[in-house]
């Protein structure tokens, strides 16, 4: 843009020039100078000319002599700007060498920028020797430079950096804290000493710390406005949770200042509940619930909402629950609280819709437990039970609470890995994801559903079961089989004459009819009754 307005200034220049030796040639005049008697008399114009020509004349000649008074001077800058470009040049191989780990390229550099360039005019000189000490191995002397470096304003941020590495290396861990609080507060906007001050700060519970600390972050625009409040409404969190036992009025200022500023955070609804209900306050609790609820649904508000009350029956808190479903309505989280509730309230019929239901929008392992629950409260079918404990081990697990890999029952700001704050989400854990959905195809709730055994009742009449095709023993001799009182038999082979008559004075020993188990038929078709097992072979067998 400078180089702009110099060429339009010296084209303007001309044209002025042009336009006012124009002007004066179309009013021609002459001038007369007498000087010491002399009388010298010429034309306007050739005295504007030798005018012009007389300034650009000394404006020449003081360049010149400015040019040889300055020229000593000129020639050091020279020399001297020259040699610190060496040195730079040094400088930068140096730095290129030490982060390749060519430790001795970096050293040779180091020596050859000292003697051109002041190692106090300078501080990489100093970043040079340190990186190339780090590479040889020389830890003393590295962190001699960075403490040197640490004390220089200029590079104390880069001197508390590299001070914070090598603590953490050698796993003195409190003097690495020490060197990222100070890198914190006093440079607020770096990354690496604020997330550290942040771990230390959360792991030993100094909330009101780390929020100051995120504060001034936010007002550095390190963080973005988003990613500041969701960090803090964690913070808040936390900080409530330690005061509920304590303070539940301050664990209930906390868990709301969280809820404004992270409106879908589950933990604060909770800590927030929990402290209006020690405050004997249920309408703002169970308020506070619902409006997660809306955006959320999570079977822990589910439950905190259901029992906020310990003297609640079971019939009310199946009442509370069904107001949970009016809420959020077909949503599984929804039916299988109604479900439970139900459960407790021996509402089995009520139990066993909403369950199944549920399990047709997601099959996962709680909905198959609670489908095993119901069947062992209502019928005690052990074979309905087994056929829901097999579906349940075959299902995903129903999602729970993981940062970086591990599981945890509850929620915590920050992850027990990595001490990452706000690293627990809600998910299912990566070693037990369900497979894909194909399109069109029957849901595995449906496919449960439909493969469960019919429930057996021992005062219903015995369904006729199909003809099986059992092979035909080897007759006695003198006797008679008879397979089935209601088809005809097929003609015995026998090789007592037919015209010898039957030995009648023997009675016909009958089948011995076996009761089934617990007065029904077994629940599973595997088992068999030990008593017919060993039943020695009758004379007449009757198969019904």
């Not at 050293?107 to 780090?134: F, G, K, T």
């Not at 962190?143 to 004390?151: A, K, V």
């Not at 996962?364 to 437990?369: D, I, T």
């Not at 087994?386 to 029952?409: I, T, Y």
């Amino acid at each position: 843009m400078t180089t702009i307005l110099k060429i339009l200034f010296f084209f303007g220049l001309i044209l002025a020039l042009a336009f006012g030796f124009s002007w004066i040639a179309e009013r021609p005049g002459e001038i007369s100078l007498i000087w010491e008697g002399q009388q010298y008399q010429t034309d306007l114009m050739v005295t504007v000319t030798a005018l012009v020509a007389l300034v650009a004349v000394i404006m020449l000649l003081w360049w010149m002599l400015r040019a040889l008074w300055t020229s000593p001077h000129s020639v050091r800058r020279f020399f001297r700007a020259r040699k610190r470009d060496r040195g730079y040049q040094a400088l930068s191989t140096g730095l290129i060498a030490a982060g390749a780990g060519n430790a001795l390229l970096a050293r040779r550099m180091s020596a050859r920028a000292r003697s051109l360039i002041r190692a106090d005019q300078e501080p990489l000189i100093r970043v040079l020797d340190a990186q190339a000490a780090l590479i040889e191995g020389r830890y003393d002397e590295a962190r001699r430079l960075f403490q040197e470096m640490s004390e220089d304003p200029e590079t104390r941020e880069l001197g508390l950096r590299g001070l914070y590495v090598e603590a953490n290396r050698l796993g003195a861990h409190e003097a690495a804290r020490q060197y990222a609080e100070q890198a914190a507060e006093a440079a607020p906007y770096l990354p690496w000493a604020a997330k550290a001050t942040l771990e230390y700060r959360c792991r030993a519970g100094h909330w009101d710390d780390a929020i100051r600390l995120l504060d001034q972050q936010k007002i550095a625009h390190v963080l973005e406005r988003h990613e500041a409040e969701r960090l803090k409404a964690v913070l808040l969190t936390a900080k409530a949770e330690d005061q509920l036992e304590a303070d539940p009025a301050g664990a209930r200022d906390s868990a709301l200042k969280a809820l404004k500023l992270a409106k879908d955070l589950v933990p604060a609804a909770i800590v927030a509940a929990k402290a209006y209900t020690r405050e004997d306050n249920l309408r703002k609790a169970s308020s506070t619930l619902e409006q997660v609820w809306r955006i959320d649904p999570h079977p822990e508000v589910a439950r905190s909402y259901v029992r906020a009350r310990s003297g609640d029956s079971a019939v009310d808190r199946l009442k509370k629950a069904e107001k949970l479903e009016a809420l959020k309505p077909n949503n599984y989280e929804s039916l299988l609280a109604v479900a439970e509730a139900a459960l407790d309230a021996q509402d089995f019929k009520k139990a066993r819709a909403k369950a199944e239901a549920a399990a047709r929008i997601a099959s996962r392992e709680r909905v198959y437990l609670l489908l095993a629950d119901i069947e062992e409260a209502e019928t005690g079918d052990q074979g309905r039970i087994r056929h829901w404990m097999g579906q349940a081990l075959k299902a995903p697990r129903d999602p729970a609470w993981v940062a970086d890999g591990h599981v945890s029952e509850r929620w915590m700001p920050i992850s027990p890995v990595t001490g990452r704050l706000d690293a627990f989400e809600w998910k299912t854990p990566f070693d037990q994801l369900a497979g894909p959905i194909e399109e069109g195809s029957v849901s595995e709730g449906e496919k449960a559903l439909a493969s469960l055994p019919p429930v057996l009742n021992a005062d219903a009449p015995a369904e006729p079961k199909p003809a099986v095709e059992i092979p035909s023993p080897k007759p006695v001799e003198g006797e008679e089989l008879v397979i089935n009182a209601d088809t005809p038999a097929k003609p015995a082979k026998t090789d007592v004459p037919a015209a010898e008559p039957a030995r009648s004075n023997e009675p016909i020993k009958e089948a011995v009819v076996v009761e089934p188990f617990f007065g029904r038929p077994p629940d599973d078709p595997g088992v068999k009754d030990p008593a017919v097992a060993t039943q020695e072979p009758k004379t007449r067998l009757k198969l019904f």
